[in-house]
């Protein structure tokens, strides 16, 4: 099943926090968080592994919460370039064979 | 990471004929998948391509409609079988790159008429 993403949808003045949150029915050995523009293909930005870590560079960081199985996204101060639509990618386990699975979706949009 | 050409970028197509998309990686990689993304969509995985063997479809996804080849280690196709308006949709490739996430092709919009 696919991990659920919240908001569905946001809009920020430049410089406003947001957070987004992905929530998956099964228990995940990680979390990828990807942002892609219109137009163009999805770009990784974090990757946080089973042992509830956090994680962040410049103003985005992300937490996992292993036992709730969901994790979130902050980002901070945020600027025009941080619009675009985000998703979590979660895996259930490390194995060889193991495939992504795209959450829902959070369209963020920056206006100045 | 790696860096992924895929191609066609986009193509318009008539229903009832077969487009194939390919995608070169620029490293030797054991995995390659494929994704499919519909307008305002998330990503939604077709099939996962090993080199050597035959590629793992998901559920709702078969052989007839997506053929896959992957001859070697940086190469991959994926056709799309008897178009329908249907699968119009942006077709995107990729590769897992570990800890540094999964890379993606520049994708290949389909427009079916």
């Known amino acids: 099943q696919q991990p659920v993403q919240s908001p569905q949808a946001v809009i920020l003045r430049e410089g406003e926090d947001a957070v987004i949150n992905c929530s998956s029915s099964k228990a995940l050995y990680s979390v990828h968080w990807y942002r892609q523009k219109h137009g163009e293909a999805p770009v990784f930005l974090m990757i946080l592994l089973k042992g509830g870590e956090q994680k962040g560079h410049d103003k985005i960081s992300a937490s996992f919460n292993e036992k709730k199985q969901q994790s979130s996204l902050y980002l901070t101060a945020s600027q025009l370039s941080y619009s675009g639509t985000y998703f979590c990618?979660?895996?259930?386990?490390?194995?060889?064979?193991?495939?992504?699975?795209f959450g829902t979706g959070t369209r963020l949009t920056i206006i100045p | 990471s790696a860096v992924i050409s895929q191609k066609p970028s986009r193509d318009i197509c008539q229903r009832g004929t077969s487009l194939t998309i390919q995608c070169q990686v620029d490293?030797?990689?054991?995995?390659m998948f494929w994704y499919r993304q519909q307008p305002g969509q998330s990503l939604t995985l077709i099939a996962t391509a090993n080199q050597g063997s035959e590629a793992t479809y998901e559920s709702g996804f078969v052989i007839d409609k997506f053929p896959i080849s992957r001859p070697n280690l940086t190469f991959s196709t994926l056709t799309v079988s008897n178009m329908s308006p249907e699968d119009s949709s942006i077709y995107l490739c990729s590769v897992d790159m570990g800890v540094r996430g999964y890379t993606f092709g520049s994708g290949t919009r389909l427009t079916v008429v």
């Open positions: 490293s030797q990689v054991t995995m």
């Open positions: 990618g979660t895996e259930t386990s490390n194995f060889g064979n193991e495939k992504l699975t």
